[in-house]
């Protein structure tokens, strides 16, 4: 069993920053990968971004490619997404999750444990 928190959402205005934080932690740190997903108001939720725990092996989505950026540091068990020069259609709830394979890291039927999210709301 892992728990997983997210941290790190809040309110900023068109242009600026903000950083995620995905802390996983329990008995048996047993995952291949973290992701980021999100779910803008009344849209389904999407795939973000992944990194592989072992060799930090990453993808992020060509709709945020250039303004975020995926990170980790696996002492502190933390992934990190920094979301630079955010536009108000990143509003959304964010959520990391942990799966076993790396390669399925953009499915949600693949990640196995979820966080209760963050919210981003991006808007002037």
């Known amino acids: 069993q892992l728990q997983v928190v997210e941290s790190g959402g809040g309110l900023v205005q068109p242009g600026g920053s903000l950083r995620l934080s995905c802390q996983v932690s329990?008995?048996?740190?047993?995952?291949?990968?973290i992701g980021w997903f999100r779910r803008a108001p009344g849209k389904e939720r999407e795939g973000v971004s992944c990194?592989?725990?072992?060799?930090?092996?990453?993808y992020i989505k060509d709709f945020v490619k250039g303004r975020f950026t995926i990170s980790k540091d696996n002492a502190k068990n933390t992934v990190y997404l920094q979301m630079n020069n955010l536009k108000p259609e990143d509003t959304a709830v964010y959520y990391c999750?942990?799966?076993?394979?790396?390669?399925?890291?953009?499915?949600?039927?693949?990640?196995?444990?979820w966080g209760k999210g963050t919210t981003v709301t991006v808007s002037s």
């Open positions: 990194i592989r725990r072992s060799d930090g092996a990453t």
């Open positions: 999750a942990t799966t076993s394979d790396y390669g399925l890291c953009d499915y949600s039927y693949a990640m196995n444990y």
């Open positions: 329990g008995s048996t740190l047993d995952y291949d990968a």
